[in-house]
């Protein structure tokens, strides 16, 4: 564990429990741990992580934005489901991704658990546009990141983040928990 890791944690820990809450600052919070964790992940030599994090610092200030005006007034967006359609046309991605960015990783990097690596990535990658877009079932895409990143962080000897990851999907239980509610008191 670093001072770097320690911080981009508690970060983390607090741009998903403002998520959790529907607070805009998860944002700005958010930026910090991702920023963070791009030096992390590349140490590490976790490559696939390394450039989702990069991505993450452009999801930042675009979630940012769509919460704020991504409204049908162009003001705060509201919570949304996915179709079962959009469910399983995203969760295709997933799989169809991780198969095809795990190859990738293993053929053409020294990445070290590829596969695992590829998954939380593209999943990640559709958890956090669906995050952004405020969509109830990107807690779902999320549950089954951390449960992986539990595993590859531990397996890298990064415990902090695998702490980190396993505390972040009992968040997303949570999440999903809240949202429905607040969903169904939108809807009322």
């Not at 970060?11 to 429990?17: E, R």
């Not at 920023?35 to 992940?41: A, E, G, N, P």
């Amino acid at each position: 564990m670093t001072l770097i890791e320690a911080i981009a944690v508690v970060f983390g820990l607090a741009c998903v429990w403002l998520v959790v809450k529907e607070s805009i600052w998860c944002w700005p919070a958010g930026l910090v741990q991702v920023s963070l964790y791009v030096y992390i992940f590349y140490q590490a030599k976790l490559y696939s992580d390394f450039g989702l994090h990069i991505f993450y610092v452009g999801m930042q200030f675009y979630g940012w934005y769509h919460w704020m005006y991504g409204g049908k007034d162009r003001d705060k967006a509201p919570i949304e489901e996915l179709s079962r359609n959009s469910i399983l046309i995203w969760s295709a991605v997933c799989l169809l991704g991780s198969v095809a960015w795990g190859w990738l990783m293993h053929r053409f990097t020294d990445a070290v658990v590829p596969y695992p690596d590829a998954f939380t990535t593209v999943t990640s990658l559709v958890a956090q546009w669906l995050m952004a877009k405020k969509k109830l079932q990107n807690w779902h895409f999320w549950i089954a990141v951390d449960i992986v990143a539990v595993a590859v962080y531990a397996y890298k000897e990064l415990y902090l983040t695998s702490g980190l990851y396993a505390v972040f999907l009992v968040l997303c239980v949570m999440g999903v928990r809240e949202w429905r509610a607040k969903l169904s008191a939108q809807a009322a």
